[in-house]
């Protein structure tokens, strides 16, 4: 038999990109490879890249510029570019990095090993093709070994949304849902692997429509069928878009025991010009209408939102109106992010905000986040919850596992074990989690 090779995977981005690179391990598991932890003893290091701002996309060939000297030393070293840089860069890549022998786009990424073949024959290879078939049904089915506690399952790939800032309807494509009973197979056999929460995925995961037994069937359709896979314990879904929460998804953050009571609802931004102007064909008050019918379905959920500030003429009144729609909602986990103008969207032909003035409302509104957020989980002391173990702590004999809200639970002297569920007490909110102690033990 051949020597096993190794693969250094590294991942940006989102969590679907997470996703991905267990897949192409997988893939190239088929090819006679093994991950390793390391750069340094890899056959092949493949970057798996986000274009979603600039500063993402600029880390990429920086990273590729560390390489250049183990690659100096080592010849037979491949160096591999997939993810959301690959697809909007494709072959540009190569030109500004010769060194790179690969590029493969979110789509293609079943076609590795054989790219990688090309790539032994001293040849360059690159797909950034959105091909016919579909690339779940090409991979191979996932291997069996155990695993942790929490897994990512992607239901739902691809944007039509087009905000005018967005590069992912570029990068990912078109929507496509997943048929539902390959979702099931999959969720079983996570299941099976001894995984008890999953996480499905899509870029606007909540327009899921995917083929089911007797027609299509939406996100809660779903969710209502993984609700019966014995041993799961736990559905999470990431990212919802606002125009996209339906009525049946409403309904199940209230019925559903297994849904867990957490939701990313980005709005972006409190001012209806701006969100105009973003393309995101909702409102202001469209958004808190929306949020209040969540919370009357399910009064505890915890919220998290998404949002940009320095968004082209967006003014210090636009931006108030932003903290506003923060202050009224009361997230309990954000990320807000500068505007970084994307070549190919249309708001990169829109004249910028000065760039300290950016700085400073985004300094402002973590500050005004960062309090909400405390204040939240600040609440949650003298509160039972129930805690997902997912790893020892760094103390002796310490557990820490999640929470229904996803907050970090930490627990001392704690004998449950990883993947198991108990329920705990809260006794203390610090920086960034909780501490607690097992109820009934
Ligand atoms: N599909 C998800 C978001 C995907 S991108 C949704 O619609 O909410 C994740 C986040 O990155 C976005 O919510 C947005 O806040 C941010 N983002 C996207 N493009 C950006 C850009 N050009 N500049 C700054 N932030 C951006
Ligand atoms: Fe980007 Fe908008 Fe699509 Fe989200 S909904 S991925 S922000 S285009
Ligand atoms: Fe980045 Fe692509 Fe995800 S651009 S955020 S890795 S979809």
């Known amino acids: 038999m051949a020597d096993t090779k190794k693969l250094y995977i590294k991942t940006y981005g989102c969590q679907m990109n997470v996703y991905d690179s267990e897949r192409m391990a997988e893939a190239m598991g088929g090819a006679g490879y093994e991950t390793t932890e390391s750069p340094d003893d890899a056959d092949m290091i493949l970057l798996n890249t986000c274009h979603i701002r600039e500063k993402a996309a600029e880390k990429v060939y920086s990273e590729l510029g560390r390489f250049k000297g183990l690659k100096a030393e080592k010849p037979d070293l491949k160096i591999g570019v997939a993810g959301c840089v690959a697809q909007a860069e494709g072959e540009e890549i190569m030109r500004r990095q010769p060194m790179v022998d690969l590029v493969v786009g979110p789509q293609a990424y ?27 049904e090409r991979l191979k089915s996932r291997p069996k070994a155990k695993r942790g506690p929490t897994a990512f399952l992607t239901v739902q790939e691809g944007c039509d949304k087009f905000c005018a800032f967005c590069v992912v309807p570029y990068t990912r494509g078109a929507e496509v849902s997943r048929p539902v009973d390959r979702i099931l197979t999959e969720a079983r056999d996570l299941v099976e692997r001894g995984v008890r929460e999953i996480t499905l995925l899509g870029q606007n995961v909540n327009a899921y429509h995917g083929a089911g037994p007797k027609g299509d069937m939406t996100l809660a359709g779903l969710i209502w069928e993984l609700d019966k896979v014995d041993g799961l314990e736990r559905i999470r879904f990431t990212t919802s878009h606002p125009n996209d929460m339906m009525d049946d998804l409403i309904e199940a953050h209230g019925t559903c025991g297994k849904l867990m009571p957490y939701l990313h609802l ?31 379905a399910r009064p ?43 070549p190919g969207t249309p708001a990169a032909e829109r004249p910028l905000v000065d760039d300290a003035e950016a700085s400073d409302r985004l300094y402002r509104l ?22 997902l173990f997912e790893r020892p702590g760094r103390l002796a004999g310490q557990m820490v596992g999640k929470s229904e809200y996803l907050h970090a639970v930490h627990v001392a002297d704690c004998d ?14 610090g920086a960034n989690s909780l501490a607690g102690i097992l109820v009934d033990h």
């Open 110 to 136: 079943h076609r590795l090993p054989e790219m990688e073949a090309k790539t032994q024959g001293g040849e360059k290879a690159l797909d950034t093709d959105f091909p016919e078939e579909d690339k779940f």
């Open 416 to 429: 449950a074990r990883t993947g198991d569920l108990a329920r705990v007490r809260i006794v203390e909110s």
């Open 366 to 387: 973590q500050a005004l986040i960062t309090r909400q957020q405390r204040a939240i989980q600040d609440s949650m002391v003298g509160r039972e919850v129930s805690v």
């Open 266 to 296: 980005p709005v972006q931004s409190g001012s209806n010009k701006i969100l105009k102007r973003m393309n995101r064909s909702h409102d202001r008050d469209s958004y808190l209408r929306l949020v209040e019918r969540i919370r009357a």
């Open 300 to 342: 505890d959920i915890l919220l998290s939102g998404d949002f940009i500030v320095g968004f082209p003429e967006e003014t210090e009144a636009d931006f108030q109106d932003t903290m506003d729609l923060i202050e009224e909602v009361k997230y309990g986990q954000a990320f807000s992010f500068k505007y970084s103008a994307r």
